[in-house]
Structure formats: structure tokens, C-alpha cells
């Protein structure tokens, strides 16, 4: 069974950091790309970055959030520093097979989605 969790997600003061993490299970990431997304309240889904071969961000995340992926573990990672009250949304990790996208909707699998509140 297809399965992504994320997990890691909090309360956070703007300037903090996080680490979100997704573990998958039933496929390898082999042939798949993970991608991030967020959804924050009364907004649209946003891409927020993504993992394969090489990596991807939004401009919003760039410098400040990394991807990264253990295939030994099978989990890919969200590591998000130098975090803002505007980064305050449910993330969800997310899989498509091939190459990373940036439509959501091109995504087949998600997880359940972790808060994350950036707030002092």
C-alpha cells in the first residue's frame, strides 16, 4: 500500500527552523520525484519544492529551505530555516512519477498534511 506521512511540524518564532520529514512506503523513490507543497487558510495550494535527480524551489523558499532525501530510509526531508509568519501553512509532501512537477494536481499521492505556525 502507497503510503506518505509527514511529520514535524510546529510552532515556531519567525527567525526558527523546522524540519519536516516524509516517510514513504509501499514504492522506492527510485522512479518517483517528492515534491512539497503548503496550503495556507483561505489559499490556494502552493508548490513549494521538489526532489528527484536534482532539486527545485519556489522562489518564496529559495536559500532559506532545503530537500533532501535518504533512500536508504526512504523518507525525504523539508529542512526550513530562517522561517516567516507568511511560511505559516499545512504542508503536505507529495508523489508523481518521473520528474518533478509543479502542478499540483499532476501529483498522485499525498499525505496527510502537518501544520506548521510561524508566529512570536
Known amino acids: 500500500q502507497v503510503q506518505l506521512v509527514e511529520s514535524g511540524g510546529g510552532f515556531v518564532q519567525p527567525g526558527g527552523s523546522l524540519r519536516l520529514s516524509c516517510a514513504v512506503s509501499g514504492f522506492t523513490l527510485d522512479n518517483y520525484a517528492i515534491g512539497w507543497f503548503r496550503q495556507a487558510p483561505g489559499k490556494g495550494r502552493e508548490w513549494v519544492s521538489c526532489?528527484?535527480?536534482?532539486?527545485y524551489y519556489a522562489d518564496s523558499v529559495k536559500g532559506r529551505f532545503t530537500i533532501s532525501r535518504d533512500n536508504a530510509g526512504n523518507t525525504v526531508y523539508l529542512q526550513m530555516n530562517s522561517l516567516k509568519p507568511e511560511d505559516t501553512a499545512t504542508y503536505y509532501c507529495a508523489s508523481v512519477w518521473g520528474y518533478c512537477r509543479q502542478r499540483w494536481d499532476l501529483y498522485t499521492k499525498w499525505g496527510q498534511g502537518t501544520q506548521v505556525t510561524v508566529s512570536s
Open positions: 526532489i528527484r535527480v536534482s532539486t
